[in-house]
Every structure is written in C-alpha cells, then in structure tokens.
C-alpha cells in the first residue's frame, strides 16, 4: 500500500507544483520565488499523500483482520 502510496504521492505532488508554479509565475517578477513557493507546496501535497496512503494502508488491514 505504501508503494502505491508513493507514485501517487509523487504524481500529487508534481501537479501540485506545476499548478502552483504556472499560477505564482503570474505574481511574481523574480522567477526563483515562484519557483521556491512550488517547491513547497509540492513538498507538502507530497507529504500529505504519503500520510494519508499510511493511515488508509492501515485502516483496511484492520477492517480486513477483523472481517476475516
């Protein structure tokens, strides 16, 4: 589960970075701060993927378990 976690994490978090990248490139002048607000906003969808991925992986092994 957490494998398959991971690839969506990854894909989430690169749309997440090209969304935010294309829409902060409107705003700011200085490409590198556009480019340093979709780094994180990527890093974050990132990171909330994988955590949710964890707890739904662990949720249905124990709705699994029990209904076994």
Do not use: C, P, W
């Amino acid at each position: 589960m957490l494998i398959l976690g991971a690839m969506f994490s990854l894909l989430a978090g690169t749309m997440a970075f090209l969304i935010t990248y294309n829409e902060y490139s409107k705003h700011f002048k200085d490409r590198r701060k556009a480019v340093l607000a979709a780094l994180q906003t990527a890093v974050v969808a990132f990171l909330f993927f994988v955590a949710l991925s964890l707890v739904a992986g662990l949720v249905l092994g124990k709705v699994f378990a029990a209904g076994a």
